[in-house]
């Protein structure tokens, strides 16, 4: 028997995207993004405050990624969703994540995340949402045939 809940915004399970952007400096900065998906083919939407580092870190650069936290790096994907860029410069660091550079966009990629999407800003529509194409998703080739990620870890 299925329960009626009326009508509700509901779209679960959620993934839980972390956002890799380069600070002005060149460091790497992450943010846990609640609100985000897919936006017609090839492109991915956002809905970011304007008073997050990542946002300004789009905006100025337009290129990002988007990783996949799975059930091994909570503690780290629940840091970056708590601490802001903006006061802690050594986020990155203390949330435990390493990064690489990604190969078609000016972005870091979260080494510890494996699967990912190389983002370039499209637009930020009249809401303020940023609208990407994403340009190329990334997953180790050893997984090439195995389970895109771990949601509970053996």
């Known amino acids: 028997m299925r329960t009626?809940?009326?009508?509700?915004?509901?779209?679960?399970?959620?993934?839980?995207l972390i956002v890799g952007t380069y600070n002005p400096?060149?460091?790497?900065?992450?943010?846990?993004?609640?609100?985000?998906?897919?936006?017609?083919?090839?492109?991915?939407?956002l809905c970011l405050s304007k008073d997050h580092r990542t946002t300004a870190n789009i905006l100025a650069r337009k290129?990002?990624?988007?990783?996949f936290a799975d059930a091994a790096d909570t503690v780290s994907a629940d840091y970056v969703g708590m601490v802001s860029g903006n006061s802690e410069?050594?986020?990155m660091q203390k949330a435990g994540f390493h990064t690489s550079k990604a190969s078609t966009v000016d972005a870091p990629l979260i080494?510890?995340?494996p699967v990912a999407l190389e983002c370039r800003l499209l637009k930020v529509n009249e809401d303020g949402n940023i609208i990407s194409i994403f340009l190329l998703c990334r997953r180790p080739a050893a997984e090439c045939c195995g389970?895109?990620?771990r949601m509970h870890p053996q």
């Open 63 to 67: 290129d990002f990624t988007i990783s």
């Open 25 to 45: 400096d060149g460091t790497a900065d992450a943010m846990n993004a609640a609100w985000g998906g897919l936006y017609d083919a090839g492109k991915v939407v």
């Open 111 to 113: 080494d510890e995340l």
């Open 4 to 16: 009626n809940f009326g009508a509700k915004p509901w779209f679960y399970p959620l993934p839980v």
């Open 89 to 91: 410069p050594a986020k």
């Open 147 to 149: 389970p895109v990620w």
